[in-house]
């Protein structure tokens, strides 16, 4: 997956002038904070937005393009005209969204930390967000509602139950759709699995990842999170010390909608291929299970042997 070109030239854009030595440096600040959980410590500045920018707004784009195309597949007669994206940062879940769905007419980008918001009108402006709003914003305020509701890596320093509470909250504020994303750390599912139980509980229907609305399966040890392969521009490489032209972002995810989808069965780790046949780790509303596709049986080997982590049985 690559960038929109608009949104790489916004932010090639936004770097000139600035000194990469300023950027590596902020980036290392943000890297040991998103470790921490503390996703936007640090920020102050312009050099420190932009190294945001650069260093974690490609993965979150990546993780989002690919929420969003869940979204789309699970519920394909969703066409938001209004979205609502809480901790917006850099705007990244907004560009995803508009990208998935070109017809959003409205567009509402909240965040606490100015200098990323400042950033945010810069790369907007340059593209097909220029009529988003941009606004002082956070979790625990009153929210205004919309058709989608994205919150993408905001609830990284809230608790278990913290985080159920504010998905509550914004579920209040979804006409639509809630989308949850978060670091695919046993962590981050953590906070998700906690989030879908207390939706769950006040009515929401789980339209991805999971294909049911019981219990998760899941067993201690294990969690529930999927990959998304980014490509890597020079000055990413630059500020993440990489020495490979693309990264693979790890995410846990949740998508809840008002009305119930009917699916199928979601595969949960890379398939196993042998030459025997492949070997799929499915969770569906029967709990967690393992199917088997023998190479010989041609015409089932066939239509399923381009599906791999994270798409549909």
Known sequence: MQLPSALAAAIAAILEGVPRKDLVTAAGKMSA??????TSQGIVNTSDAAAYAVARMPATYAACAAVFARLAEAVPGFAPASLLDIGAGTGAASWAAVDAWPGLESIAMLDRNPALRACARKLADAGPLAHAE???????????????????????????????????????????????IEPGTPQGFARIRAARSLL?????????????????????????HFSQRLARSRDHMLLKGAQVPFEDERY?????????????????????????GRTFKLCDETGLRGAFVASRDKSEYRRLRKKGWGDLF
């Open 134 to 180: 941009i606004l002082a914003g956070d979790l625990g305020v009153q929210l205004p509602k919309a058709d989608l509701v994205v919150a993408s890596y905001v609830l990284a320093e809230l608790s278990e139950s913290e985080a159920g509470a504010v998905a509550a909250d914004l579920w209040r504020s979804a006409r639509g759709a809630l989308a949850l």
């Open 252 to 276: 846990s995810y949740l998508i809840v909608t008002r009305e119930k989808v009917t699916k199928g069965a979601r595969i949960l780790a890379p398939p196993l291929e042998t030459k025997p």
């Open 33 to 38: 904070a998103y470790r921490a959980g503390q």
């Open 200 to 224: 769950v509980d006040v009515g929401a229907h789980v339209a991805a990842p999971c294909t049911h609305d019981n219990l998760c399966p899941m067993v201690a040890g294990d969690w529930c």
